[in-house]
C-alpha cells in the first residue's frame, strides 16, 4: 500500500494510547537502574575508574577524566536514582537528562569500556530525555496535571522503533560478510569450547551447527524488527526475541545486552498493549481509550522537532555507514568500528611489544602494556590500532618523563582475525611517537591478512593415545 | 513466519538425528580407532592413565579437553610436586647437617640439596595451577607458591637483618616474618653468599648498632647455616601441604581436573579447566621471557642502566639458565600432555592438531626446540653472559618471545582460549 507523503504525516500525527510509551519508560528506567547497581556489585567502577594508571580517550573527548573515587561512586548511585526516578515518571526529564549525562560520561571515560549496548542505552536515554514519555502513568502528571495526556502522537513511537531497528539492521550488515557466512566464523571458535553446556552442549559441538547458527543470527537480525512491527506476527516474533537473546546470554558473557534488547523491543508492541493485557485480565475493568482519536497538536515548535528528528535519524544511518569510507576489512584495522552495531562478529587475539629507543641508548627497549593497563584495558587495546597508537605516545611520554630524548617508538603487533593465522598488524617500522591521531585512513595499519578463515574440526584425542 | 518456524525446526530434527554427520577425523592421530566415544559417554574416565594401547578410545568435545587435562594432572603437575616434596626433604636434611657440622663438604652438600630443590621447583613455577596459585587469580589458589618462593621479592638486606633475630633458628618464629626474607630465594642467598658483610646501609640500624660488626665470620656463618635450615623446614612443611592439596590419596585437588564441567566445584566447564592450565603456561611469556632474561639484558624500561645484573634470578648460585631449561621443559611437558618420552599423551597439541592446527602445532614445537638450543648456547652464568655473551641471550630472548606469541595469539585462537588472570566483564 503506497503513502503519500500527507498521509504518511498524518499518520504519524495520530495520537495513540500512551501506556505503551508509559510501560517502555518503566521498564528502561528499572533496567538502566538494575545495570548501575549491578556495576557498583560487580567492583566495576572500582577496577574500570579508579584503579586504571592510564585511560584511552575518544577522539575529541580527552577533556573528558574520570573523578576521583569517591565521585565516580557517587555517579553511579546517581544513575540508579535517577533510573528508578525514569520509571516512576518523577521529575522525568532531569531524571532523564542525568542519567544521559552522568552515563555518556562515564562512558567516555575509557574507550576500552565502549560496548555497543551501552551506546544504545547512551542513546535511549538522550531519545527519552525529549520525548513525552512521562505525560501519563507518571508521578509527574499526578503531580503537575497539566502535562497529563492519555495519548501521544505516533511519530514518538516510530522513532523509538526506529532506534531499536537501527540496531538490528546494521547488526545484520555486520554479519553480511564471508567470515561469518560462508565460513561460520567465528561462532566456530567460539562453540568449540562450550560442549560442556547442558543439553544443548551437544548439539553446538556438531560440524553444522557454526554455520546453521550464523544465518539463522544473520536473519533474526535482518527480519526480526519486520516481523515484531506486523500484529500478527508480533508474538511469537517476541518469544523468538526472548529466545534468542537468552540463548545468547547463555553462551556469551554480554552482560545486560539480552536484557537491553528485551526491554526495548516492547517499543515495538502495540502503543496500548499495557492496556489490552490488563483488561484481559479476568478481574479487571478498564475503560478502553481509543487508540487514535484525533491527531496530536502540532505547530512551529513541533516543526522544529521534526527537523531534529529528521538530523537524529540521517545521523543513525550515517554513522554506521563510515566504515565503508574507509574500506578493507574493518574488523581487522577498526577504523568505523565502534557506534557501527558490530555486534560479535570477531574473534581478535593479539600481542603487542613496544619497541622504544632514545638518544643515547645501545639497543632498543621492549615494553609491553601491562606495564600501564590493567588486564581488560590491554585485551581490548591489543587489538584497536588507534588504542595502540594512543599507549605508543603514552610510552614515549613516560621515557621522556624519565630524562630520554629524541624518543622513538615503533611496535610489534600481531593479530589474529577469526582463526586466521596470526599477521602483523602495524607497520613495524612506523615510529609512532611520530604520528598523530585522526579520522583519516591510517597508512601505519597494514593491510588485513588475505585467505579464509579456517573451519575448525571437532576436539578429539586418544583416551590412551597414539601407539607407540 | 511459519515457513521460518518450520523450517527453524527440522533443522534442528535433523542434527539431533545426526543427518549431518559427525566427522571426527583421525587423519592426525596416527592409529586406526577402535571405538568413537562421543561427548557425554567417556570410557574409562577413572582408570589411570598407563600408557598401555590396549584401548584406544577416541575423546571428543569436552571430554577430550579433560583427557588432556587428566594427563597433564597426572603426568605433569602431580609427579613434580611429588618430587619437590622429596627434593625438599633433602634439603632439610641437608642443611641440617651443614647446621650442626659447619664442615665445607656439609655446605656443599646443602647448596647442591638447593640446586635439586630448586630443579623440582622451577617446574612447579610453570605449572601454578589450583593450590600453588594466588587466592585473587587463580581458581583453587591458595597461594602456596609465594610460601616456598618469593622471588623477586628478596631483599637481602631484610635477611641480613633477620639472621641477628631470633626467629632465623626458629621456624615457627620465621613463618611469622614476611615473604621476602624466607623460602628458596633466602635460601640461595643464606647458602651460596659467602662474604661476612650484609646488604644494607651504613645508615641501617643493624650497622649503625654495631650488632652486625659485633659478630666474626664464623659467628655470621653458623647464624646462616641455622637460618637456612629455618627456611629449609618452612618450604618443606609447604611441599608437603601442596602435595597433599593435589594427591589423591590427600585433598586431591587433582580430581577438579578429572571432573572440570561435569562436577568440580572449581572448574565449571573443561574449557575452564583447560584456561587455568594456559594461564600457567604465560609463565614463560611473562616471568621467563620479561623478568628473567628482559629485564637483566636492560631490554626493558624496569631496568634503568645499560644492564641490570642484580636482576638476575639465583646469581649467588650462578643457576639462571639451569632455571629456565627447566621452565621450559615443564613448559613443554605441559604442552604436550607429559615428558616427551611418553609419547601417547594428550596434550595441547593433540587437541590443535584435532582441530585442524596442525601447522600451528608444528611451528610451537619447533618453536619450543629452538629455545632449547639458543638456551645452551648462552654462556653460563646468565650474569656473565650479560656482558660476554650478549649476541646469544637475545637469540634466547628472541626465541622465547616467539613461543610466547604463538601462545597467546594462535593458540588462545584456536582453542578459545582467553589471557590470564582475565577479569569477568560484558562483551558484545
Given amino acids: 500500500m503506497k503513502l503519500s507523503t500527507t498521509e504518511l504525516a498524518q499518520r504519524a500525527f495520530r495520537a495513540h494510547d500512551v501506556s505503551g510509551l508509559a510501560a517502555f519508560r518503566v521498564l528502561f528506567g528499572l533496567l538502566v537502574a538494575a545495570s548501575a547497581v549491578r556495576f557498583e556489585l560487580l567492583g566495576w567502577v572500582q577496577r574500570c575508574f579508579v584503579?586504571?594508571?592510564?585511560?584511552?580517550?575518544?577522539?575529541?573527548?580527552?577533556?573528558?577524566r574520570p573523578f576521583p573515587p569517591a565521585v565516580m561512586h557517587g555517579l553511579f548511585v546517581l544513575m540508579a536514582v535517577a533510573?528508578?526516578?525514569?520509571?516512576l515518571g518523577l521529575l522525568y526529564r532531569a531524571a532523564c537528562l542525568t542519567f544521559f549525562v552522568a552515563f555518556t560520561y562515564v562512558e567516555l571515560c575509557d574507550v576500552t569500556n565502549y560496548?555497543?549496548?551501552?551506546?544504545?542505552?547512551?542513546?535511549?536515554?538522550?531519545?527519552?530525555?525529549?520525548?513525552?514519555?512521562?505525560?501519563g502513568y507518571s508521578l509527574d502528571a499526578r503531580i503537575w496535571p497539566s502535562i497529563r495526556r492519555a495519548r501521544v502522537a505516533a511519530w514518538v513511537t516510530w522513532l523509538l522503533r526506529f532506534q531499536v531497528g537501527v540496531v538490528y539492521f546494521f547488526a545484520a550488515i555486520a554479519k553480511a560478510q564471508p567470515d561469518w557466512l560462508l565460513h561460520?566464523?567465528?561462532?566456530?571458535?567460539?562453540l568449540s569450547s562450550r560442549g560442556?553446556?547442558?543439553?544443548?552442549?551437544?548439539?553446538?559441538?556438531?560440524?553444522?551447527?557454526?554455520?546453521?547458527?550464523?544465518?539463522?543470527?544473520?536473519?533474526?537480525?535482518?527480519?526480526?524488527?519486520?516481523?515484531?512491527?506486523?500484529?500478527?506476527?508480533?508474538?511469537?516474533?517476541?518469544?523468538?526475541?526472548?529466545?534468542?537473546?537468552?540463548?545468547v546470554g547463555l553462551l556469551f558473557p554480554i552482560g545486560m545486552f539480552p536484557f537491553i534488547m528485551m526491554v526495548t523491543t516492547t517499543i515495538f508492541f502495540g502503543y496500548d498493549w499495557p492496556r489490552r493485557v490488563w483488561s484481559s485480565l479476568p478481574w479487571t475493568r478498564t475503560e478502553r481509550i481509543l487508540s487514535h482519536a484525533g491527531a496530536a497538536p502540532h505547530g512551529a515548535w513541533t516543526r522544529a522537532a521534526m527537523a531534529m528528528v529528521a538530523l537524529y535519524v540521517v545521523a543513525q544511518v550515517c554513522i554506521p555507514l563510515r566504515t565503508f569510507a574507509y574500506g578493507g576489512n574493518v574488523l581487522w584495522h577498526e577504523q568505523g568500528m565502534r557506534w557501527s552495531w558490530r555486534v560479535m562478529v570477531r574473534e581478535k587475539n593479539a600481542h603487542l611489544t613496544f619497541r622504544v629507543r632514545a638518544r643515547g641508548w645501545s639497543h632498543e627497549r621492549y615494553v609491553t602494556a601491562s606495564s600501564y593497563l590493567t588486564r581488560v584495558q590491554e585485551r581490548e587495546m591489543n587489538t584497536q590500532p588507534d588504542l595502540i597508537l594512543a599507549l605508543a605516545h603514552h610510552v614515549a611520554d613516560d621515557v621522556r618523563r624519565r630524562g630520554h630524548r629524541d624518543v622513538e617508538v615503533r611496535v610489534d603487533a600481531f593479530a589474529s582475525l577469526n582463526g586466521r593465522p596470526r599477521a602483523q598488524l602495524i607497520d613495524p617500522a612506523v615510529d609512532l611517537a611520530q604520528i598523530d591521531d585522526g579520522l583519516a585512513l591510517a597508512d601505519w595499519i597494514l593491510p588485513a591478512p588475505q585467505g579464509d578463515p579456517p573451519t575448525l574440526g571437532r576436539r578429539s584425542v586418544l583416551a590412551r593415545g597414539r601407539v607407540p | 513466519m511459519h515457513a521460518i518456524g518450520r523450517l527453524t525446526l527440522t533443522l534442528l530434527l535433523l542434527t539431533g538425528c545426526g543427518f549431518v554427520k559427525n566427522d571426527i577425523s583421525h587423519r592426525d592421530l596416527g592409529v586406526d580407532a577402535?571405538?568413537?566415544?562421543?561427548?557425554?559417554?567417556?570410557?574409562?574416565?577413572?582408570?589411570?592413565?598407563?600408557?598401555?594401547?590396549?584401548?584406544?578410545?577416541v575423546m571428543v568435545g569436552a571430554d577430550a579437553t579433560r583427557a588432556v587435562l587428566v594427563s597433564i594432572g597426572e603426568r605433569v603437575i602431580l609427579p613434580t610436586l611429588r618430587d619437590f616434596e622429596a627434593d625438599a626433604q633433602a634439603l632439610v636434611a641437608a642443611t641440617a647437617a651443614a647446621r650442626d657440622s659447619g664442615s665445607a663438604e656439609s655446605r656443599a652438600a646443602a647448596r647442591e640439596a638447593w640446586r635439586e630443590a630448586m630443579r623440582s621447583w622451577e617446574r612447579?613455577?610453570?605449572?601454578?595451577?589450583g593450590p600453588t596459585g594466588l587466592v585473587t587469580v587463580t581458581a583453587g589458589g591458595r597461594a602456596l607458591r609465594d610460601e616456598i618462593y618469593a622471588w623477586p621479592l628478596l631483599n637481602r638486606c631484610r635477611v641480613d637483618q633477620e639472621t641477628l633475630e631470633p626467629a632465623h633458628a626458629d621456624p615457627a618464629l620465621l613463618a611469622a616474618e614476611s615473604l621476602n626474607v624466607r623460602g628458596l630465594a633466602a635460601l640461595e642467598y643464606l647458602l651460596f653468599f659467602e662474604a661476612p658483610n650484609n646488604g644494607c646501609s651504613a645508615s641501617h640500624s643493624i650497622n649503625a648498632s654495631g650488632a652486625w660488626a659485633a659478630l666474626d665470620a664464623a659467628a655470621i656463618t653458623s647464624r646462616r647455616a641455622a637460618y637456612a635450615h629455618s627456611a629449609a623446614v618452612l618450604v618443606a612443611s609447604r611441599a608437603t601441604e601442596l602435595r597433599v592439596a593435589w594427591d589423591p590419596s590427600g585433598e586431591n585437588f587433582l580430581g577438579n581436573l578429572r571432573t572440570a564441567g561435569t562436577g568440580s566445584d572449581v572448574y565449571m566447564t573443561a574449557q575452564a579447566g583447560l584456561n587455568a592450565v594456559s594461564d600457567a603456561l604465560f609463565y614463560l611469556y611473562k616471568e621467563v621471557t620479561d623478568n628473567k632474561v628482559g629485564i637483566p639484558m636492560g631490554l626493558t624500561l624496569e631496568c634503568t642502566t645499560a644492564l641490570c645484573p642484580e636482576q638476575v634470578e639465583s646469581r649467588y648460585a650462578g643457576a639462571s639458565l639451569d632455571h629456565m631449561r627447566v621452565n621450559l621443559e615443564a613448559f613443554r611437558d605441559a604442552y604436550l600432555g607429559g615428558p616427551p618420552e611418553v609419547t601417547d599423551a594428550p596434550g595441547f597439541d593433540d587437541l590443535l592438531r584435532s582441530v585442524g592446527a596442525t601447522d600451528l602445532d608444528a611451528r610451537i614445537q619447533a618453536g619450543i626446540a629452538a629455545a632449547f638450543t639458543a638456551l645452551a648456547a648462552v654462556d653460563t652464568p646468565f650474569e656473565s653472559a650479560l656482558t660476554n655473551d650478549y649476541a646469544d641471550a637475545v637469540t634466547f630472548h628472541d626465541a622465547l618471545r616467539n613461543i610466547g606469541g604463538l601462545f597467546r595469539i594462535d593458540v588462545l585462537t584456536m582453542l578459545d582460549l582467553e589471557l590470564p588472570m582475565r577479569i569477568e566483564g560484558d562483551n558484545d
Fill in chain 1, 115 to 135: 560496548l555497543n549496548h551501552y551506546y544504545l542505552v547512551s542513546l535511549v536515554a538522550l531519545l527519552a530525555a525529549f520525548l513525552p514519555l512521562h505525560v
Fill in chain 1, 196 to 247: 560442556d553446556l547442558p543439553l544443548i552442549g551437544p548439539l553446538l559441538q556438531l560440524p553444522a551447527a557454526p554455520l546453521v547458527m550464523s544465518w539463522g543470527g544473520f536473519l533474526y537480525d535482518l527480519s526480526i524488527p519486520l516481523w515484531l512491527s506486523w500484529r500478527r506476527t508480533r508474538p511469537l516474533a517476541y518469544l523468538a526475541v526472548i529466545a534468542f537473546h537468552s540463548a
Fill in chain 2, 34 to 57: 577402535r571405538a568413537v566415544v562421543d561427548s557425554g559417554t567417556p570410557t574409562d574416565a577413572d582408570a589411570p592413565i598407563d600408557g598401555s594401547s590396549a584401548d584406544a578410545a
Fill in chain 1, 51 to 64: 584503579e586504571p594508571r592510564f585511560y584511552f580517550h575518544f577522539y575529541g573527548f580527552s577533556w573528558v
Fill in chain 2, 124 to 129: 612447579v613455577e610453570m605449572l601454578q595451577v
Fill in chain 1, 83 to 87: 533510573g528508578v526516578c525514569i520509571a
Fill in chain 1, 184 to 190: 561460520g566464523q567465528p561462532l566456530g571458535i567460539w
